[in-house]
């Protein structure tokens, strides 16, 4: 499993943290996120808007962001083109103080991912990865009436019919059938 650090999701918040409680950012993001995973293949830039607001510990982010990953169907295993969005609320975390340096306390429950470097950068390329994971649905369907594959000879049919004879019922289960 792969994880690419190399793009623009990096965020600089050293004047915002220098700033009051409740001070906001926004801004566009667009950004090629094609490499964020070996497991995932994603088809367009990551899109949308982003809030980044002073908390009285941190940094809440706020994001709305849209991109598209080629999943595949469950039903007639065909690749196809499924547009996520992701609404992402997170609080990162400052691994130093802003106006000392001095390096701060780790709490038991932030993540590495959720914590602002020494630098004053936040970085949500694990947080965009973790949601574009949780965006996707468990039983991807190219289209909701996907005929799928036949189970006997595995034509696709939503291009084809194949000659194949019904299922017959199972003798052990005729009895069921007489209950309908």
Known sequence: MGFARDFGLRIN???????????VRRMD????????????SIQSPLAGSLTVIRTADGVLVTASLDATTELECCRCVTPFAAPVRLEIEEEFHPSVDIHTGARLPVLD??????????????????VVRQAIFLAQP??????????GLCSQCGKDLNTERCQC????????LEVLKQLL
């Open 13 to 23: 918040v050293a004047q915002l943290l220098k700033g009051p409680t409740g001070a």
């Open 29 to 40: 993001l667009y950004e090629d996120i094609t490499r964020i995973d070996d497991e995932l």
């Open 109 to 126: 429950t932030e993540e590495a991912a959720t914590t602002i470097d020494e630098q004053h950068f936040l970085d949500l390329a694990e």
């Open 138 to 147: 468990m039983h991807p369907l190219c289209r909701g009436d996907c005929a």
């Open 165 to 172: 004879v019904a299922d017959s019922v199972d003798t052990r």
